[in-house]
């Protein structure tokens, strides 16, 4: 599980981000470059492992 430090938004790898089409299993780390925070918007930098 990964946190966004900004909102608290949790990142599941076994979910993935069907709001931004990511499947489900994706791991964190093969997340696209350009992937937000679906919730505010936050760069892969403010998402941290929890």
Same mark, same amino acid.
């Given at each position: 599980?990964? *946190? @966004?430090?900004?909102? $608290?938004? #949790?990142?599941?790898? !076994? #979910?993935? !981000?069907?709001? %931004?089409?990511?499947? /489900?299993?994706? %791991?964190? =780390? =093969? #997340? /696209?470059?350009?992937?937000? @925070?679906? *919730? @505010? $918007?936050?760069?892969? =930098?403010?998402?941290?492992?929890?």
């Amino acid at each position: 599980m990964y *946190r @966004c430090s900004n909102c $608290g938004y #949790l990142y599941n790898p !076994d #979910l993935g !981000d069907s709001s %931004q089409s990511i499947a /489900p299993n994706t %791991q964190f =780390e =093969e #997340l /696209p470059k350009s992937w937000k @925070c679906p *919730r @505010c $918007g936050a760069s892969r =930098e403010k998402v941290k492992k929890v």
